[in-house]
Nanobody, 126 residues
Framework: QVQLVESGGGLVQAGGSLRLSCAAS????????MGWFRQAPGKEREFVAA????????YYADSVKGRFTISRDNAKNTVYLQMNTLKPEDTAVYYC???????????????????WGQGTQVTVSS
């Protein structure tokens, strides 16, 4: 089993930055693809970003491309999401997720992931 714990959320003004962290425990996730999803009130959970097990391949939702950067440190069993130029529409609960196989066809869907964190709230004020 893999346990994921997110941190780094908070309240920030539009245009500001936040860095989310996701620490994994239970077993190493160095061979797992990792990702971030978010869910705003009244909306479905949506894909934000994903990263391959070795960090070589990164994928982003169009809405965050150029503003967010996903990265990982396998030695620390941790994945990060650097969020810059934040907008009010980025307000959501952000979830870290992991999966043991990296099928391209399911990368952008929450059903394609095996493990989830409890989420961290990000609020961007205008």
């Amino acid at each position: 089993q893999v346990q994921l714990v997110e941190s780094g959320g908070g309240l920030v003004q539009a245009g500001g930055s936040l860095r989310l962290s996701c620490a994994a425990s239970g077993r190493t996730v160095s061979t797992y693809a990792m990702g971030w999803f978010r869910q705003a009130p009244g909306k479905e959970r949506e894909f934000v970003a994903a990263i391959s097990w070795n960090g070589m391949n990164k994928y982003y939702a169009d809405s965050v491309k150029g503003r967010f950067t996903i990265s990982r440190d396998n030695a620390k069993n941790t994945v990060y999401l650097q969020m810059n130029t934040l907008k009010p529409e980025d307000t959501a609960v952000y979830y870290c997720t992991a999966r043991s196989t990296d099928y391209p066809g399911t990368r952008y869907y929450s059903s394609g992931y095996d493990y989830w964190g409890q989420g961290t709230q990000v609020t961007v004020s205008s």
